[in-house]
Each structure stands twice: as structure tokens, then as C-alpha cells.
């Protein structure tokens, strides 16, 4: 029997984060693709942007492909895609035409109801973007704190869930918005031992966000019934681009084109699982 999305996305986990599939659904990525499609078409938040700390600051190179994905694929579907992040993201997503909202850490409650009021989104979609944890800081894997250079979209993001806006968190260590729907198994299970408490209304894990990502993309494919995978060479054209502008890998922290250490060899052979699988569902014809 063919692997499932899930299945795909948590190949190669090396940091645990595998241990926290039994807490989720069976098919907790096919279940949040339906959620989505399920929905009006209007805008969709998506937020990325993982500071990695070097000489000059950076975001890695995990993250900003997973929303350049989605964004695409949201396009086709007659979503409104608005990504939502910081300075560390500049540029990244502009030569691609994509809406982008910068936020400075200065903003408060009364700029993010304006902000929610203009835009009034029916998702917003977070792909490995820091959240909060227990004692209100911004920390990263090896736990330190990056919260001087980490504007709170997270409480943005919390808004908007309170408000009924559909919510999806994708990450791979613990210490990413969504998180806290699994912050007791993170620690049980020796993941984390201080793990995001930001919730929300759908979760998926992967071995990296960015396969997360991709992931949901295939399963949005499926259930449209047509492809909206980018191709593989999409996908290396863009990441050449985000690390020409500045962003690392989290792991080496060197602008590399590699994504937590994964090489291109093993980023291509998730991508052919993925267009194996959409082909198999779709048939030739429709995974093109």
C-alpha cells in the first residue's frame, strides 16, 4: 500500500518530532486540505520567518518555501494569499508577486483589529514561525531566547482564532505556532522540554515545516482534483533565490542550499513521493 502524505513528511525525523503522530489524527494533513477548501474565497494570512542568529541576522531557509508553495497553490484555488512576517523576510516574496505585510514588533492589539477589520481572513496558516512559550518568551531549538528579534505575529495569530478564523500550524520541533495543541506530548515524550503553548485549529508536523507544507499542498491537490505542487525545479529556483538574499539553514546557520541540513537529493525525493501520490489519485493526466 502507498504511503500516506503523512507518512512522506515524516521520513528521515530525526529530532523526535515523529513521536507525536499518535497525538495527532490518522490523516491529520488530508483533514486540514478539507478544511481549507471547505471555505469562501477570500484572503488567507500565511506567516513565516524563523530568525537564525548570525553576524548580521537571518531567517532560515525553512519556512519561506513552504508559504511560497502555498501561497501558489491558494492562488489557483481563488484565495487571496497575504503573508505576514518581518524584516527578515524582505524581499523574499515581492519578485514573485505575492501580497506582503511587515510587521516591526512595535504593533499592538488596536493595529492588528485594524489589520484583521481591513483584511478579514477566513484562515491564516503558519509554517515554521517561533510562538510563544510558558513564560512568554521566543526561544529557539538550542533555547535560547529570540524574542528582541521576533515580532509577535503569534498574538495575531491568537486573535484571529479567537474570532473564528480557520487556524493552521506546520512545524517540526516544538517551538512553533500551533504546537501548543501537542505542548504536554512534547514534553512527555522528551521532544521539547519548553515547547510553544500557541494553539490552533489544525496541526501538522513534519520532519521539516517546509515538507509540511508541501505535504498540505499535495492534499489540497487531491481533494481539487488537480495539481498544484510546484516542480522540484520551482522549488531549487526559489530557495537559490531566498539564500542569494540572506536566508540559512538553521542547523549550519551558513546561506547554503540546504533546508536543516537536508540536501537537494533528499528534498527531490520527497518531492517525487508526493507527485507519485497526486498522480496515482489523479491520474497522468491531471498531476501533469
Known sequence: MADRIEDIVLRYSGRGISKIRPYLPENYISETAAAILALPRRTVLLTTGFYIPTESGAAETDG????????????????????????????????????????????????????????????FLSVERCGHNGQQQYANMRGYSISDETPPVDRLFEMARLEGVLTVGV??????????????????????????????????????SNWGAFGLTAALSILSTRNLLLSFRDYMAFL?????????????????????????????????????????????????
Open 64 to 123: 519561506p518555501p513552504g508559504i511560497y508553495a502555498l501561497a501558489r497553490a491558494l492562488c489557483q484555488l481563488h484565495f487571496r494569499p497575504v503573508i505576514v512576517t518581518d524584516f527578515f523576510c524582505r524581499g523574499l516574496f515581492e519578485p514573485s508577486g505575492l501580497e506582503v505585510i511587515y510587521l516591526s514588533g512595535r504593533e499592538g492589539r488596536g493595529d492588528y483589529r485594524r489589520l484583521l477589520d481591513s483584511l478579514r481572513p477566513v484562515a
Open 171 to 208: 512545524g517540526d520541533g516544538g517551538n512553533e505556532i500551533g504546537m501548543g495543541n501537542v505542548a504536554g506530548a512534547l514534553v512527555h515524550e522528551k521532544v521539547l522540554h519548553d515547547p510553544c503553548i500557541v494553539h490552533s485549529d489544525k496541526l501538522i508536523i513534519a520532519t521539516t
Open 240 to 288: 537559490d533565490s531566498i539564500v542569494r538574499k540572506g536566508c540559512v539553514d538553521g542547523i549550519s546557520r551558513k546561506p547554503q542550499m540546504t533546508v536543516d541540513g537536508f540536501p537537494p537529493e533528499t528534498e527531490k525525493e520527497i518531492f517525487d513521493l508526493l507527485l507519485v501520490l497526486i498522480r496515482n489519485m489523479l491520474g497522468e493526466w491531471a498531476a501533469g
